[in-house]
């Protein structure tokens, strides 16, 4: 399957996401590091720019940098006067990133903060916050703790989007011992009992495997 999976991506790429010089430069430059490939694929790049460009947003969090494809991608949906602010705990991936950003022209609207996210999350609310969207694509044992910091720095109205939380389909196997399916799990568990989100999940397979993403709106449960 994953052979179909990749040619239709490939299909609609082509069609969809015209070749981008600044966007090929970003894995070239990652790839060349030793980065591991973990970046989203074009039509993902593509999709977390419209969901930018949707929310209208000024101020996007991501929890997790590595060399920057995403963060570019967003950034080319923000206003001129948005900003993203990107949280990196491993230095030479975030060395990588700021030559990506520098090299994609949208340096001016990145703030990358580099240190363990759950340290820079615990002051950033009074600097940097509330964010309109919240991007966590990092260590999945840690999800649970970034949707708390995420509800602390959002507001009713923003969106909290989750990566990678399919895990090859791993995440329904609940006695599955990976921490990573774990983190995801009880992430997923802690959406569902929170009266401040309204969620949904999608699958995805392609080019990246079989995958997908949690999607919550952040509500007014008094409203």
């Known amino acids: 399957m994953q052979r179909e999976w990749s040619a239709v991506d490939a299909f609609f790429t082509e069609r969809l996401v015209p070749p981008d010089n600044g966007l090929a430069a970003v894995l070239t430059a990652n790839a060349a590091a030793g980065l591991p490939p973990h970046d989203v694929s074009p039509l993902q790049g593509r999709f977390l720019e419209i969901l930018v460009r949707l929310l209208r947003a000024r101020r996007v969090l991501e929890i997790g940098t590595l060399g920057g494809y995403s963060t570019v991608c967003m950034a080319r949906g923000l206003p001129d006067d948005g900003r993203i602010v990107t949280l990196e705990a491993d230095p030479r991936h975030a060395a990588v990133a700021r030559a990506n950003f520098d090299r994609a022209g949208v340096a001016g609207r990145v703030d990358l903060r580099e240190g363990p996210a759950l340290d820079t999350l615990a002051g950033l609310g009074r600097t940097a916050g509330p964010f309109d969207l919240v991007f966590i694509d990092a260590d999945k044992p840690s999800n649970p703790a970034y949707l708390a910091a995420a509800l602390a720095l959002t507001r009713?109205?923003?969106?909290?989007?989750?990566?990678?939380?399919?895990?090859?389909?791993?995440?329904?196997?609940?006695?599955?011992?990976?921490?990573?399916?774990?983190?995801?799990?009880?992430?997923?568990?802690?959406?569902?009992?929170?009266?401040?989100?309204?969620?949904?999940?999608?699958?995805?397979?392609?080019?990246?495997?079989?995958?997908?993403?949690?999607?919550?709106?952040?509500?007014d449960p008094g409203a």
């Open 156 to 219: 009713p109205g923003s969106v909290i989007l989750a990566d990678n939380v399919v895990r090859d389909g791993a995440v329904a196997d609940p006695a599955d011992a990976d921490p990573r399916v774990r983190g995801v799990r009880r992430f997923t568990e802690l959406v569902a009992a929170e009266p401040r989100l309204v969620a949904t999940a999608l699958q995805t397979v392609g080019a990246k495997g079989w995958d997908g993403f949690a999607l919550a709106l952040v509500v």
